[in-house]
Nanobody
Framework: QVQLVESGGGLVQPGGSLRLSCTASISIFRLKIMGWYRQAAGKQRELVATITPAGTTKYGAFVKGRFTLSRDNGKKTIELQMNSLQPGDTAIYFC??????WGQGTQVTVSA
């Protein structure tokens, strides 16, 4: 069974940065589209960013250049660098492996 292990969430002040990591348990990670979604309280889950096996990225409209998603196929890991965080970024962030594998989620809270 595929597992996605997330790390890096936490509490940060507005304007601060966090880096989220997600490591997969399978070697065919390198063939998979990976990404992050988030879900804020009372809202639907939304796309944060995805990355193809070749490294092409796609971001949600709200990102506006603040986040960068990267992958290391050798380490079976993706990393989401989040800068200029705002209270509106507060949510649970879920790692995703196409087509239907999800991590357990990691909480990101942006608050003064």
């Amino acid at each position: 069974q595929v597992q996605l292990v997330e790390s890096g969430g936490g509490l940060v002040q507005p304007g601060g940065s966090l880096r989220l990591s997600c490591t997969a348990s399978i070697s065919i990670f390198r063939l998979k589209i990976m990404g992050w979604y988030r879900q804020a309280a009372g809202k639907q889950r939304e796309l944060v960013a995805t990355i193809t096996p070749a490294g092409t990225t796609k971001y949600g409209a709200f990102v506006k250049g603040r986040f960068t998603l990267s992958r290391d196929n050798g380490k079976k890991t993706i990393e989401l660098q989040m800068n200029s965080l705002q209270p509106g970024d507060t949510a649970i962030y879920f790692c995703y492996m196409n087509p239907d594998v999800w991590g357990q989620g990691t909480q990101v809270t942006v608050s003064a």
